[in-house]
């Protein structure tokens, strides 16, 4: 990078930032309030565009793995460091080196896009449907998508050599669609730290040891902690992109720092590096706003997370997959295909058919589909994420007259006939979740006369459609040829009057967000709320449950602590704080150990014992950590597979369960054993399924410190 061409644009995006400020200050529509930021209209693209595309790329694409198959795949950057058990092995296989010597900054040279075409992904993006275009200019590993004066690490400098934000910008203009550069550098001053989402932090031991050996490295995963220093370039860099490219919209991540480390901003409660941050966001979105009305621009802001990063009303709604069981003010759902937005091989994908019926429910509720791709870091499109978009592409060519310029109607849904509604002027759209091939009552038309109804057809069907009022409503009889739609079938009803139904809306964004799904910041497969599967309490015939409390190691005597083995131990999901082998070390400690998050309900311990032996004894111990961590509450499982049999629980055998209680000891173990002489069974892989002991937090976990296998030595 030449000096020259790092020292000119400094220069240059001040003048530009003194105009603008000037010319805004002529006659600025925002006064930097949030009182004024709440009177922001709703664009007329956005809450008639409907469908929007969200694309996470950049260099996290090119590992394209997460540990157990599932989850946010544009995490594992961090997670390379806090996850060393099992991601080390992995880098060592794959790359030949591990941190400190081979980190994430030495994959970033592997992100080329050597393939990838900005004009054809413009391309598919219309030919789909899609009104508008979400792209990561800067995910939370501090990397930038775009040509920035403000870091090395920059595409244009590093990897594909290119503007990818620019370059997609332009074919997306010639297309006709909105473009917005999201923006998540705000956890990326954690997210290579050793505690998350805190003010003052500290870089992993190893990213701390990269960063000696190569300085320039600290510009790539720091600074860590949160600053005035900080907080000044988060807006800076932002700044840069507004002034650049011009974005229609302002797409913010969720700022977990606003309820974590003793700060409820929202409620006036905040440390002075926070309440800063929070004001200069402020005064960025009151910039951004008002840039675009000086150039006569719609633009528009989200307001992300279940918590919300700015007060109701500014912005519209967002969360993860979100779905609201209510028609809400302006929201937006960021939906993925699978279980991770960033390029994840093998990942599970939801139905074709759940895909289109997430879109139809999503907009009948006053909502955005804002659907997500990953691509590979090479710039091409995996195959499962293609069919789906295709599919999409020919579902909206038959039904969009149900989506676009739509509003909901006085109801969203009927679930006795699986129907979700649509408006759009006089007409409403009945749109059938299920095959219609039966006759079907719309009961909210209950009352209308028959006059009122002027026709009814099958959109993408040529055949008549039999309709008749009742008692009980419109009565609806389809057609033999159900025509060219597939997986959501709509029926177009023309009334003699405007069906949409403003004043139908919850606007308290509290309310309408209350009993909808919890997002894991951390990215698991649904880790908040997939549990494991019920078992009644049980001992396998022949076996004991022992329970064991004591003060320390030594005060065990029918359990007395294993020594230390070398088997293997994995987890899933991934745990925190201490490495897993800790588990195998024959010694307790006063420590919280590796244990799983909170709210983590589906977590297991899986050891893997080399080679199928005759299992006489399984044992845990923990520390009771800050007094109510010692509780033991977990299902035992094992398989005699030749080959690791994963995490579904149903290819094992469950063994037996175990629940301790609370317990005021400072150490508990329990163990399942088999009678003298006998055995649990033969097996190779031992899990441990455990769950929350506490109903605080979301659900604390076991502060477990050794766990092992007794068995018969051959």
């Given amino acids: 990078m030449s000096q020259t061409r790092r020292t000119t644009p400094f220069v240059f995006l001040a003048i ?42 950049g260099p996290y694409s090119v590992i394209g793995y997460r540990q157990g198959g599932r ?38 040279p592997e992100f080329k896009a050597e393939h990838w075409d900005p004009d054809a992904w413009a391309k598919l993006f219309a030919d789909v449907g899609f009104k508008y275009c979400v792209m990561t200019a800067e995910h939370h590993d501090g990397w930038a998508n775009w040509d920035s004066d403000l870091t090395p690490w920059n595409a244009m400098d590093m990897g594909p050599k290119r503007d990818l934000v620019g370059d997609l910008g332009k074919a997306l203009k010639k297309q006709g669609l909105k473009f917005a550069p999201s923006y998540h550098r705000e956890r990326h001053q954690t997210f290579f730290a050793k505690k998350l989402y805190v003010v003052n932090a500290e870089p992993q031991d190893d ?33 840069e992109i507004q002034t650049k490219y011009e974005p229609d919209f302002l797409w913010l991540d969720d700022i977990p720092i606003w309820t974590r480390d003793g700060n ?41 997370g279940g918590n919300r990063n700015w007060p109701a009303g500014v912005g519209c709604l967002e969360k993860d997959n979100l779905k609201l069981k209510v028609i809400g003010p302006k929201w937006e759902s960021c939906t993925t295909f699978g279980t991770s937005y960033g390029y994840l091989e093998g990942d599970k994908y939801k139905s074709i058919e759940s895909v289109i019926h997430e879109m139809v429910e999503v907009i009948s509720r006053n909502g955005n589909f804002l659907v997500n791709i990953g691509p590979r870091a090479d710039g091409s499109i995996p195959e499962p994420q293609m069919e789906r978009l295709i599919a ?15 509003r909901y109607w006085k109801e969203s849904e009927q679930q006795n006939e699986h129907l979700a509604f649509t408006t759009n002027g006089k007409k409403l759209f009945a749109i059938k979740l299920k095959k219609p091939d039966a006759s079907f009552v719309i009961t909210g038309t209950a009352g209308w006369d028959a006059d009122k109804i002027e026709s009814v057809r099958l959109l993408g069907s040529d055949a008549n459609v039999s309709s008749q009022m009742t008692q009980q409503g419109l009565e609806i009889t389809p057609p033999a040829d159900l025509g060219q739609s597939d997986h959501a079938w ?35 497969d649904d880790a908040m ?101 010692g509780a033991q509450k977990l299902v035992l499982y094992g398989s005699d597979a030749a080959t690791d049999p994963g995490w579904d629980l149903s290819a094992y055998t469950a063994l037996g369960t175990i629940d301790t209680g609370k317990s005021t000891a400072n150490y508990t173990a329990a163990s399942l054993r088999a009678a003298p002489n006998e055995s649990l069974g033969n097996f190779r892989w031992i899990v441990w399924a455990v769950s929350p002991v506490t109903s605080t937090g979301g659900g604390e976990n076991t502060a477990f410190q050794e766990i092992t296998v007794e068995v018969v030595e051959s």
């Avoid at 006064?31 to 008639?48: H, N, R, T």
């Avoid at 929202?266 to 941050?277: D, H, R, T």
């Fill in 71 to 108: 989850g946010y795949a544009e995490h594992v950057p961090k997670q390379l460091y806090s996850g060393q058990d099992h991601y080390y092995p992995y880098m060592q296989k794959r790359w030949g080196a591990t941190p400190p010597e081979f980190g994430y900054k030495d994959i970033i």
């Fill in 264 to 304: 409820q901003v929202l409620s006036g409660q905040a440390k002075p590096e926070v309440q800063y941050f929070y004001d200069q966001c402020r005064l960025m979105i009151t910039d951004f706003m008002n840039e675009g009305a000086a150039r006569g621009a719609e633009v528009y802001v989200n307001n992300k």
């Fill in 490 to 524: 709509t029926f177009e009803i023309v009334t003699d009057e405007d069906q949409h139904h403003p004043n139908v809306i919850v606007h308290d964004a509290d309310n309408v967000l209350t009993g909808t799904k919890e997002v894991d910041l951390e990215g698991r």
């Fill in 529 to 629: 709320g997939r549990r494991h599967p019920t078992v009644t309490p049980f001992v396998m015939p022949g076996a004991e449950r022992v329970i064991e409390t004591a003060i320390s190691a030594a005060g065990f005597t029918k359990l007395p602590l294993a020594v230390a083995s070398t088997w293997t131990v994995t987890a899933n999901p991934t745990t925190r704080n201490e490495p897993l082998q800790a588990l195998c070390d024959g010694e307790l400690a006063p420590s919280i150990g590796p244990v799983f998050g909170n709210g983590v309900r589906n977590g297991s311990y899986k050891m893997d014992l080399g080679t199928t032996k005759s299992v006489t004894a399984i044992t845990s111990w923990s520390n009771n950590y800050k007094g109510f961590r």
């Fill in 207 to 239: 990213i701390a040891e990269e960063i000696r050996r190569v300085p320039k490295a600290a510009s790539l995963y720091g600074p860590f902690g949160l600053t005035k220093a900080f907080v000044d370039d988060y807006v800076a860099r932002w700044k």
């Fill in 392 to 406: 999409m592409k020919r579902w909206l060519k038959v039904n969009g007259e149900a989506i676009y310029g739509s």
């Fill in 16 to 57: 530009v930032f003194i105009q603008t400020q000037v010319a805004i200050a002529a006659e600025p529509r925002y006064d930097g309030s949030w009182e004024s930021l709440q009177k922001m209209p709703v664009p007329a693209w956005f809450d008639d565009g409907k469908i929007g595309i969200f694309i996470h790329w």
